[in-house]
């Protein structure tokens, strides 16, 4: 047995299957290893290796149940915040306020439940990639039998429309090409053969393979089944994507931590405060233990959950505005904090439509306008435009794209299509550009016959008459192949010797600008020449020209690269296409700044640390697998950056989970890579990431915003509960006007704050780091700052009062309306961070802010004077002077804040001036 086919051994006669380097054995051996011929099994052997290797399918992974998963949406220290808020509302008997919180745990849990069922599809895809059914030889006889009983040694036909049952060796192939983009990325069908490559090739590279899920495309072919089910590359990549760890955002990580912390600290804070209040001042600890509830309530911002997700809610709606949906939701802040793109080529950052960007002829290299299929575009030669009547080369090379291909293109809604091969719609879409039309050429110059492509001879040609009934034979193909079967160049008109090194220098300039090099000949041949055969074109042609066609960038997609770069963020391409065009892709795009590309052998030679070296300072790397793109991605995350990646494939779906925000393309991505993504681009445009980038950052400052406003609210309605108790005073608010406050200020104040616009710099900044804390030292600062004046707001007022000789429940509902008139004014201060809110577009620039302010006054009245509230807070209504005492103390906070906030900009001033 060969050693590359070593690892299939035996089992009672009959082979075991392994990963074996198929591709580099002989037909025959492949045929010897599987103890099969090309006349197939029989019925007996197939039902043999059936029972021995299982059906030709992916098996579904265990999964939890649904009462599991829906159980472990609670399993989060935010959601034990909310319950634990629930459980004290409940103890008080205020079950208004205990529905609502167990609301929106519900709400949450549910959202989380139907968002993980849609993530675990994602294996559902790739096993629906799958083909239905399948031509084999058994016995020497072709049936047609379901895809899921194709055994290893079985004879699989293929031929143009096929989706490839398993994994093949090719055995005989007539033209066959197959497009792999699903596997390998390569927007080209890749020409099929049966001759052995080299052991370590890259999967794109392995022409005598036929890979399961891949779609032929032209031409016919049979080989024999060296892999089923999960033993398959696609099979293989389904066990990959099992395997990935979901990472969890920057936020949830973040909100995690701070749940836990919090909760500590209450549960201190409140048992030194029982403690104190029981064994200093020597109250009952009946008592006591009302005013440590009371201190928990306060302390505990159960808005904030149900606030963090509105916000992310909002961000998903504007997202969705700018052709980018969210499938679930805590990415829209991960976006914000992406410091990474890694991008797949074909269909991302380009157009995945071929396109002919130049022409040689014997004289001159022109250069070609226009993208994609769409038949508008201009002829360039020095840079300046031409005609192509006044260049008979030009139109010779035009007329011969056309007559010389079997391809159609038609428009519908505006866009351009390809009927047939991809290659020779780019020809025809040129033609068209030459104003030439199909129709009316094939009419004048009919075909009479012609030699299809086929890989064994690597070209095409067709014979045509002149009206007139002149012939003459039109032969396209690989440009090293034409240019031996040449002896002159020119055309028609004219002939002239074959200059070889002037084309072979042609060649190489093409290549080397990442185009596709495809050559165009002609013979005349006499009026009774009807058909064609090997012969008539082996030699003697005349050389007229050289395409160069490529896959171009996205216009868009140069400036959102641009854009991602000067907000901080890098893009690397990662893509399964060759080197040469992929760095000629990266030079276009201005990625890599013409640095080497980086191949995946060199990945495969690399460790974990040398790896983590080569991604972060490298932007190009070709002939990536699977596991390529899931090892960069794991490199990338190991030195701190938040990844997101793009792909369209298959081949990019263990990535794209495994990433922090996996992005899908919507038109041309595949099921599997949707589903496994957390974004999908309805456009197919990489410039709606960088807008979806914007967005992200936006929600984040909003949430800050939010966090920053809830936190000195409930640390001031805090610090005033223990400053009563560590006295031995009376509460100034009691629990359940707490909860009334905190409830109606996160509904309406807070949440005005989700729907804030992009402040100016958003994409001028870098990244936020992985490990930045959600609570920086300024937002610790402004925390303590802003909760000491609510402190000496409220307790003051409540004191002030009573003093006085007010009644217990006067000083308290002025003690309320003076906490809610403090969050009221303190709301203006939040809507910028540093800047000034002292001027128009800060106090009266928000419609939410100031429909939010409208229904909080409304409330707080509702509060004061209606006695259903009056019986439920023990609230009652207070004189004029009450009011003036709660609105004048209430916007101190506001000037103070706005003091604070110029010191700040002057100290930063100094600080970089």
């Known amino acids: ?40 099994l029989d019925a007996e052997q197939a039902s043999e290796r059936l029972a021995q290797y299982g059906p030709n399918r992916l098996d579904p992974p265990r999964r939890r149940g649904p009462l599991i998963r829906f159980l472990s949406q609670f399993n989060n220290v935010l959601i034990y915040v909310l319950l634990l808020a629930a459980l004290v509302t409940a103890a008080l008997a205020h079950w208004v306020d205990t529905s609502v919180i167990l609301a929106v745990v519900v709400i949450n849990a549910i959202i989380g439940f139907v968002q993980e069922g849609r993530a675990e599809s994602a294996l559902e895809a790739i096993r629906n990639m ?20 194709v055994v290893p040694g079985d004879i699989i036909h293929l031929q143009s429309g096929d989706k490839v049952p398993a994994d093949l060796r090719l055995i005989r192939v007539k033209g066959l090409q197959i497009q792999e983009a699903i596997l390998t990325g390569e927007s080209v069908p890749v020409d099929k053969a049966v001759s052995p490559v080299a052991e370590d090739a890259a999967l794109g590279d392995r022409f005598s393979m036929a890979y399961s899920g891949t779609m032929v495309t032209h031409g016919q072919g049979c080989g024999v089944v060296v892999a089923t089910g999960a033993k398959t590359e696609i099979g293989r990549i389904s066990a990959l994507l099992s395997e ?22 209450i549960m201190a804070v409140a048992f030194v405060t029982f403690a104190i209040g029981v064994w200093v001042h020597g109250r009952g600890a009946a008592d006591m233990f009302v005013g440590a509830v009371a201190l928990a309530v306060a302390a505990i911002p159960e808005g904030l959950p149900a606030i963090m997700t509105i916000a992310l809610a909002t961000g ?3 997202m969705a505005a700018r052709r980018a949906i969210i499938r679930r939701l805590p990415v829209v802040e991960a976006l914000g904090s992406v410091s990474v793109i890694c991008s797949d080529k074909t269909g991302t950052l380009t157009r995945n439509e071929m396109t002919v960007q130049s022409l040689a002829t014997g004289k001159h290299l022109y250069a070609v306008t226009g993208t994609g299929y769409r038949p508008e575009g201009a002829f360039e030669l020095d840079g300046k435009p031409v005609k192509p009547d006044d260049h008979p080369g030009l139109t010779e090379m035009a007329r011969g794209a056309l007559l010389c291909s079997d391809a159609g293109l038609h428009e519908s809604d505006g866009q351009w299509s390809v009927d047939g091969d991809p290659t020779e719609g780019a020809l025809v879409a040129l033609a068209m550009k030459a104003e030439l039309e199909p129709g009316t050429e094939n009419r004048q110059l009919p075909r009479h016959d012609v030699i299809p492509f086929e890989s064994e001879h690597r070209f095409m040609a067709t014979l045509h008459h002149h009206a007139e009934g002149h012939g ?51 013979r005349p041949t006499h009026n009774g020449h009807h058909q064609l055969v090997f012969d008539d074109v082996k030699q003697d042609l005349v050389l007229i020209g050289l395409y160069g066609l490529v896959d171009p960038p996205r216009d868009e997609a140069i400036a959102a690269v641009a854009k991602c770069r000067a907000a901080g963020i890098a893009v690397k391409m990662i893509t399964g296409d060759h080197a040469i065009t992929a760095g000629a892709i990266a030079r276009q795009l201005g990625l890599g700044d013409g640095e080497p590309v980086v191949s995946g052998h060199e990945l495969d030679g690399l460790d974990d640390d040398a790896l983590r070296a080569v991604a972060q300072k490298s932007h190009v790397f070709a002939r990536t697998s699977p ?22 494939g298959v081949n990019d779906a263990p990535a794209l989970k495994r990433a922090d925000v996996g992005v899908a393309m919507g038109q041309k991505g595949n099921e599997a890579a949707k589903e496994a993504a957390e974004m999908v681009l309805v456009d197919d445009n990489f410039a709606s990431i960088a807008a979806a980038v914007e967005e992200g950052r936006t929600v984040y400052d909003n949430l800050v915003k939010s966090i920053l406003f809830i936190l000195p609210s409930s640390g001031g309605e805090a610090l005033t509960i223990v400053m009563a108790l560590a006295l031995g005073q009376l509460l100034p608010i009691t629990a359940p006007q707490i909860l009334w406050v905190n409830m109606i200020t996160a509904v309406t104040l807070a949440l005005a704050l989700a729907f804030e616009p992009a402040e100016d710099n958003v994409m001028k900044r870098q990244p936020r780091r992985r490990d930045a804390p959600l609570l920086s030292g300024f937002l610790i600062w402004r925390t303590i700052f802003v909760s000491l004046i609510l402190v000496a707001g409220v307790y003051g007022v409540f004191v002030w009062f009573q003093n006085r000789g007010a009644d217990l429940e006067v000083s308290r509902t002025v003690a309320v309306n003076t906490l809610v008139m403090f969050e009221l004014f303190y709301l203006f201060n939040a809507r910028f961070l540093t800047a000034s809110a002292f001027n128009r577009q800060g106090l009266l620039g928000s419609r939410a802010v100031l429909i939010a302010v409208a229904l909080v006054v409304l409330f707080q009245l509702i509060y004061t004077y209606a006695p259903p509230m009056q019986y439920l807070f023990e609230s009652v209504a207070i004189p004029p002077l009450g009011w003036a005492m709660a609105v004048g103390v209430g916007f101190s906070v506001f000037v103070l804040v706005e003091i604070e906030k110029a010191c700040l900009r002057h100290w930063q001033k100094r600080k970089t001036g």
């Open 1 to 40: 047995m060969n050693k590359v086919a070593a690892k299939s051994t035996e089992l009672s006669g009959v082979p075991i299957q392994q990963d074996g380097a198929w591709h580099a054995l002989p037909a025959d051996q492949a045929l010897e290893d599987f103890q099969t011929s090309p006349q197939g």
């Open 130 to 149: 799958l083909s239905l059914a399948a031509i084999v030889e058994r016995a020497g006889r072709k049936i047609e039998i379901p895809a899921e009983d």
């Open 244 to 265: 990935v760890t979901t990472l969890t955002t920057p936020l949830l990580r973040q909100m995690s931590t701070f749940g836990r912390k919090l909760s500590a600290a």
């Open 316 to 318: 998903v709606q504007r």
């Open 472 to 522: 003459f034979i039109y032969v396209k193909g690989a440009p090293e192949r034409i240019l031996a079967m040449c002896n002159s160049q020119g055309g028609p008109d004219y002939q002239e010797v074959l200059d070889r090194p002037y084309w072979e220098a042609r060649m190489q300039e093409m290549a080397e600008n990442g185009q596709r090099v495809l050559a165009l000949a002609f």
């Open 627 to 648: 596991e390529h793109k899931l090892r960069l991605v794991k490199a990338l995350q190991a030195e701190g950056h938040v990844v997101a990646m793009t792909g369209d």
